[in-house]
Nanobody, 126 residues
């Protein structure tokens, strides 16, 4: 069974930093593109970053570009999202997702990802 598990969420102050992890089991992560998504109350799920299976292609939503960094360690079978300069509007449930590669590039489109984690809450507040 393909499984993803997010960890690292919590409560941080504005301007703070947080690193999320996405651990995969049941499959080799190096065959998959990885995406990070978030969903705030009353809003649609938003794609914020993705990284290709090779790690050579990365994309970021405008709302997080310059503040967040996506990475992966295929040996550890884990992907990461480093979040810096956090803002209250970053508050959301964050999900990682995997998509079996069909090309050399990733995309911030929720519908193409087939495996999802349970999500981890990130709250940015004073």
């Amino acid at each position: 069974q393909l499984q993803l598990a997010e960890s690292g969420g919590g409560l941080v102050q504005p301007g703070g930093s947080l690193t999320l992890s996405c651990a995969a089991s049941g499959f080799k992560l190096d065959y998959y593109h990885i995406g990070w998504f978030r969903q705030a109350p009353g809003k649609e799920r938003e794609g914020i970053s993705c990284i290709s299976s090779s790690g050579l292609d990365t994309k970021y939503a405008d709302s997080v570009k310059g503040r967040f960094t996506i990475s992966r360690d295929n040996v550890k079978n884990t992907a990461y999202l480093q979040m810096n300069s956090l803002k209250p509007e970053d508050t959301a449930v964050y999900y990682c997702a995997a998509q079996l590669r069909l090309s050399n590039t990733c995309a911030l489109t929720p519908g193409i990802f087939t495996s999802w984690g349970q999500g981890t809450q990130v709250t940015v507040s004073s």
